[in-house]
Nanobody, 122 residues
Framework: QVQLVESGGGLVQTGGSLKLSCAAS????????MVWFRQAPGKEREFLAG?????YYADSVKGRFTISRDNAKNTVYLQLNSLKPEDTAVYYC??????????????????WGKGTPVTVSS
């Protein structure tokens, strides 16, 4: 069992930055791919970035968002830069026991956090 807790969301102006964190319980953190998604009101949950054997990004955030992980701290991060109003959403981290994927979908995830909201004002 893995429990995930996100933090770091908040209100930021257009062009600003935030760093999200996701702390995981358990001693097998390094054996999971860690993935960030987001969900805006009325929209489907969207893949953003994943860290498994390699790191992959959605085209929509490539160059603006950066995923990183600290296996010693059981924590994965998502640095959000050059934020836009359309980045407003609840951001979720998730864990996948398959570390070899190159693209992640919500149905593939084994564990989810409860999310942290990000609001970008214009």
């Amino acid at each position: 069992q893995v429990q995930l807790v996100e933090s770091g969301g908040g209100l930021v102006q257009t062009g600003g930055s935030l760093k999200l964190s996701c702390a995981a319980s358990g001693r097998t953190f390094s054996s999971y791919a860690m993935v960030w998604f987001r969900q805006a009101p009325g929209k489907e949950r969207e893949f953003l970035a994943g860290s498994g054997v390699s790191t992959y990004y959605a085209d929509s955030v490539k160059g603006r968002f950066t995923i990183s992980r600290d296996n010693a701290k059981n924590t994965v991060y998502l640095q959000l830069n050059s934020l836009k109003p359309e980045d407003t959403a609840v951001y979720y981290c998730a864990a996948d026991s398959n570390r070899y994927r190159t693209r992640w979908y919500p149905s593939q995830m084994d564990y989810w956090g409860k999310g942290t909201p990000v609001t970008v004002s214009s």
